[in-house]
């Protein structure tokens, strides 16, 4: 059973920041998963929203007002907000990271690094650039052949989180382009905090038996230790917590 950290942690950390993936390593996490966006400027920053004010807050500690997008910012005057404090004091100071610092946190061990489709196909290629440049294990979430297919043609060895269509017929495409060993498939729990998900996207018997013919069952929105117990005897290989 391997378990990965969404976000780096976001139960005890400010999520997507450097004390959350000093914790999920601390804590011995196999995989991280976060979400990389640019800047105006083009800088890869880690954000889950497209907007910061959900997780920053001005230095002293109030909220951000007016709707502030990642997008319509340089690296520069994203720094200028706080990332932690909103999850307490002891996090006062931490700065919304790049890409960069993440990977050079986890150059040369073990953890494998999920990177989230926020980035378009379009425009992963400086993503996957920044990426050769270090001794990790990175995987890439993806919703469809052609962005596996682009991700494939620079780095070939790279693995895939898939979560896209999940009919007999997608997996059997999906597996066609991606080796087993490198390929995990995910679906969630359906829980109410997920109550978008649709019955295409949600954990049943039927559906992980299905996945686990061509890839590793992924299952995610694991919330407490009930849902670990039920996602282990939906059979996940990895869970994400």
């Known amino acids: 059973m391997i378990f990965r950290s969404h976000r780096g942690g976001v139960y005890y950390t400010p999520e ?7 914790a999920a390593l601390a804590q011995k996490f196999e995989q ?40 319509d910012m340089t690296y520069a005057e994203l720094l200028k907000y706080d990332a932690g404090i909103h999850k307490g004091v002891q996090f ?36 996957l650039d920044l990426v050769k440049r270090y001794n990790v294990k990175v ?18 060895d790279a693995w895939i989180n898939y979560d896209g269509k999940n009919t007999e017929e997608d997996l059997r495409e999906i597996a ?5 060993e490198r390929l995990s498939v995910w679906v969630y ?8 998900l649709t019955d295409r996207d949600k954990a049943s018997p039927e559906l992980c038996a299905r996945v686990k013919k061509y890839a590793a069952l992924g299952i995610a929105n694991v919330n407490c230790a009930e849902d670990v117990r039920e996602a282990m005897l939906m059979g996940a290989d990895i869970i994400e917590v």
């Open 92 to 127: 006062k100071g931490t700065r919304v990271p790049k890409l960069e610092e993440l990977l050079e946190l986890l150059d040369g061990t073990d953890v494998l690094l999920d990177l989230d489709k926020k980035i378009t196909a379009e425009e992963i290629e400086s993503m």
């Open 32 to 71: 991280i998963e976060t979400d990389p966006q640019y800047t105006k400027d083009g800088v890869i920053v880690l954000m889950h929203d497209s907007t910061i004010n959900r997780t920053c807050r001005h230095d002293d500690g109030s909220v951000i007002g007016q709707p502030m997008r990642v997008c």
């Open 176 to 180: 066609a382009l991606v080796p087993r």
């Open 16 to 22: 997507n920041t450097m004390p959350a993936f000093r």
């Open 189 to 196: 729990l359906d829980k109410p905090n997920f109550a978008w």
């Open 139 to 156: 995987e890439f979430s993806c919703a469809d052949t052609a962005r596996i297919q682009k991700i494939l043609s620079i780095l070939p």
